[in-house]
T-cell receptor, first 113, second 116 residues
Framework: EPEVTQTPSHQVTQMGQEVILRCVPISNHLYFYWYRQILGQKVEFLVS????????KSEIFDDQFSVERPDGSNFTLKIRSTKLEDSAMYFC???????????FGPGTRLTVL | GNSVTQMEGPVTLSEEAFLTINCTYT??????LFWYVQYPGEGLQLLLKATKADDKGSNKGFEATYRKETTSFHLEKGSVQVSDSAVYFCALSDSAGGTSYGKLTFGQGTILTVHP
């Protein structure tokens, strides 16, 4: 069964460093998403991506964040200068059509020291 | 804006007990409603969904009915098993016919532990 994969499973970084979180969505899907969950809080939407551009973003997704689909398979989330408050679990998701089921990856736990 | 509220957890039950996890929502328009489950060490998996009022979603013995009049989508299971131990998330998407690209708004999650 096809699945969404994410790497790394755990990333530890120093405050101010850049990190790139990687995701491989399901191959025939067209809509891609990033969510995050700070420990003990809700899963929050960050950004959606369709047709090689951002289709929607939340107020969390400021200029420090960017997304890219550099080739036909990967979907990346970059944080340019990490802050302590960026520590969270980051989930990637994809769907075949919008409004339909989103398939989630296992998440990347980001720890900013 | 949209919001989802789940009952406070964690919930601890004995095997074969009846489960209810409450979920209420606030949304403009006519959202689709979902329950996602997260087993330890895994990503979120769709458990069931309902796309319009009075629809009942069901899967693996779980069910939930989309109640527009009470803005609720409570999750129920008649007899839980140890293997149902997981975190359960209620969520909505307001993308049906709208301009949103399907973003999900989640509740805070409810940890369910089932003892033998």
């Amino acid at each position: 069964e096809p699945e969404v994969t994410q790497t790394p499973s755990h990333q530890v970084t120093q405050m101010g460093q850049e990190v790139i979180l990687r995701c491989v969505p399901i191959s025939n899907h067209l809509y891609f998403y990033w969510y995050r969950q700070i420990l003990g809080q809700k899963v929050e939407f960050l950004v959606s991506f369709y047709n090689n551009e951002i289709s929607e973003k939340s107020e969390i997704f400021d200029d420090q964040f960017s997304v890219e689909r550099p080739d036909g398979s990967n979907f990346t989330l970059k944080i340019r200068s990490t802050k302590l408050e960026d520590s969270a679990m980051y989930f990637c998701a994809s769907s075949a059509t919008h409004g339909n089921e989103q398939f989630f990856g296992p998440g990347t736990r980001l720890t900013v020291l | 804006g949209n919001s989802v509220t789940q009952m406070e957890g964690p919930v601890t039950l004995s095997e074969e007990a009846f489960l209810t996890i409450n979920c209420t929502y606030t949304a403009t328009g006519y959202p689709s409603l979902f329950w996602y489950v997260q087993y330890p060490g895994e990503g979120l998996q769709l458990l069931l969904k309902a796309t319009k009022a009075d629809d009942k979603g069901s899967n693996k013995g779980f069910e939930a009915t989309y109640r527009k009049e009470t803005t609720s989508f409570h999750l129920e299971k008649g007899s839980v098993q140890v293997s149902d131990s997981a975190v359960y998330f209620c969520a909505l998407s307001d993308s049906a016919g709208g301009t949103s690209y399907g973003k999900l708004t989640f509740g805070q999650g409810t940890i369910l532990t089932v003892h033998p």
